[in-house]
């Protein structure tokens, strides 16, 4: 078969009859690897959800925030990623309440709660309508849904500070290899999407408050220079997208106390800007904005 057109997706091959001759010209071989398509990030996923008649603007953000928050997902490469819980929530959900988690039974409901709130439908209706088939299956699930445990595993490896077992557990943020004395050991390692562990790479850099090498750590919001003495020293250095030292001044003192537990407020930079923390943390996780005069001091 000759080609008639460059258009090589659009040819057509052309009539035949059967027994009929066909003259051999060439043979052209060619791979071709069928890709998935891209996991969503969060806005083709805001804009799947707007196609389906799925939630409104103003539950968009917590729809997003409930599947990080909860675990269901992690942020990797700016994509959202399903972890471990996430695809089991999925499977036993679409398994054993396939009505409820169809994308067009949540489109109907948003529509009827719609006409609920312009008067045009009774929202006994509504609940009734949902309410006898959702307890049916939900009875129908308690007596055949397995129970899950999600325990963390054991990763083989020993803590190098208090000689306790490193478990495998998983966030929002990756997963991660963390002591089994949490939270009296702090000690834990990321692992990226291999498994593979993210060890930290020892810089020139040197601690301006104790004099220990810096290293280059992963952290949720990027890469940062963390001490090496640590947890005897916890000094931390932020870095840009550009690597550079992102210096900001120590946290102040001030004589202004946290409403919720009665410590001494700090006067912090962050990349916002000056903001007052409660001195408890991570007891105490309050913060402020601070007054004018406390700005210009932290100017």
Same mark, same amino acid.
């Given at each position: 078969?000759?080609? =008639?057109?460059?258009? !090589?997706?659009?040819?057509? %091959?052309?009539? $035949?009859?059967? +027994?009929?001759? &066909? ?125 899950? =445990?999600?325990?963390? !595993?054991?990763?083989?490896? %020993?803590?190098? $500070?208090?000689? +306790?077992?490193? &478990? ?124 004018a005069e406390m700005k210009a001091k932290a100017a």
């Open positions: 078969m000759e080609e =008639d057109s460059d258009d !090589k997706e659009n040819m057509k %091959i052309p009539p $035949l009859t059967a +027994g009929e001759n &066909l003259k051999f010209i060439k043979i052209s071989p060619e791979q071709h690897f069928t890709e998935p398509p891209p996991r969503y990030n969060e806005a083709s996923l805001i804009k799947v959800l707007e196609q389906n008649g799925i939630g409104r603007p103003s539950t968009y953000a917590p729809i997003v925030d409930n599947i990080l928050n909860r675990g269901y997902v992690r942020v990797q490469e700016k994509r959202f990623c399903p972890t471990e819980l996430g695809t089991v929530v999925n499977e036993k959900l679409t398994r054993h309440f396939p009505g409820i988690v169809d994308t067009g039974f949540t489109a109907r409901m948003e529509q009827m709660l719609d006409e609920v709130a312009l008067g045009d439908l009774s929202w006994h209706e509504v609940v009734e309508g949902f309410y006898h088939p959702f307890v049916k299956d939900l009875k129908k699930a308690e007596a055949q849904m397995e129970k899950v =445990d999600f325990k963390p !595993k054991d990763s083989g490896e %020993i803590c190098q $500070l208090d000689k +306790g077992r490193m &478990l495998i557990r998983e966030s929002r943020f990756g997963r991660y290899l963390c002591c089994e004395n949490f939270p009296r050991c702090n000690f834990k390692v990321s692992l990226d999407a291999d498994g593979k562990k993210i060890m930290p790479q020892v810089s020139d850099e040197k601690c301006h408050k104790c004099g220990s090498p810096m290293a280059v750590k992963m952290g949720r919001r990027g890469k940062f220079l963390a001490c090496t003495a640590y947890p005897n020293c916890k000094n931390i250095i932020g870095l840009d997208r550009e690597g550079n030292k992102v210096i900001r001044p120590d946290p102040v003192m001030t004589d202004k106390k946290c409403h919720k537990c009665g410590s001494a407020m700090l006067l912090r930079v962050g990349k916002r800007g000056p903001f007052l923390a409660c001195s408890g943390f991570p007891k105490c996780r309050n913060i402020q904005k601070p007054d």
